[in-house]
């Protein structure tokens, strides 16, 4: 059993930065790729971004491409999500997910394709 959590989550107006982590409660991830969705008040869940187990590949949604970054620590306790130039549309609640689908080199686009999900941390960007 793994359990995320997230953190780092906050309010932040239009243009600014937020940096979220995610770690596991007692265990390490180095074996499961990451990602990270958000859901918006009223909408589905979305994917944002995704790393794989070797943490040399990663993808990223087109809304959030060039302004988030998606990395995870060498030990494999952490996995961050780097959010520049926030957008209004970037509120929601984000949670971490782990998945052990797949081999180092790959990474998981899919929320079906993960096993393990955190509760999430709410990103507020006002204008």
């Known amino acids: 059993q793994v359990q995320l959590v997230e953190s780092g989550g906050g309010l932040v107006q239009a243009g600014g930065s937020l940096k979220l982590s995610c770690t596991a409660s007692?265990?390490?991830?180095?074996?499961?790729?990451m990602g990270w969705f958000r859901q918006a008040p009223g909408k589905e869940r979305e994917f944002v971004a995704a790393i794989s187990r070797s943490g040399g590949r990663t993808y990223l949604a087109n809304s959030v491409t060039g302004r988030f970054t998606i990395s995870r620590d060498g030990a494999g306790y952490g996995v961050y999500l780097q959010m520049k130039s926030l957008k209004t549309e970037d509120t929601g609640v984000y949670c971490c997910?782990?998945?052990?689908?797949?081999?180092?080199?790959?990474?998981?686009?899919?929320?079906?394709?993960?096993?393990?999900w955190g509760q999430g941390t709410q990103v507020s960007v006002s204008s």
């Open positions: 997910a782990a998945g052990s689908a797949g081999g180092g080199a790959y990474y998981l686009l899919l929320a079906s394709e993960y096993d393990y």
């Open positions: 007692g265990r390490t991830f180095s074996n499961f790729a």
